[in-house]
């Protein structure tokens, strides 16, 4: 995993850690959610910079 990549999820998954109040023991589960999301908008974003036809408003 890229360190860019790595930096965005950390920082997804600490916000998402945040929100529901700083809970111990569950860090993996908000590193697996962040994760989730961060690939999810990077494949989104690779998509639609190949192909601009594409769009997120369907």
Known sequence: MDDELTQRIRHRAREKWELAGYPEDRSE??????????????????????????????
């Open 29 to 58: 589960e908000f590193w697996l959610e962040a994760e989730k999301e961060v690939r999810g908008e990077q494949e989104t974003y690779t998509e639609m910079k190949s192909d601009p036809s594409v769009t997120t408003n369907s």
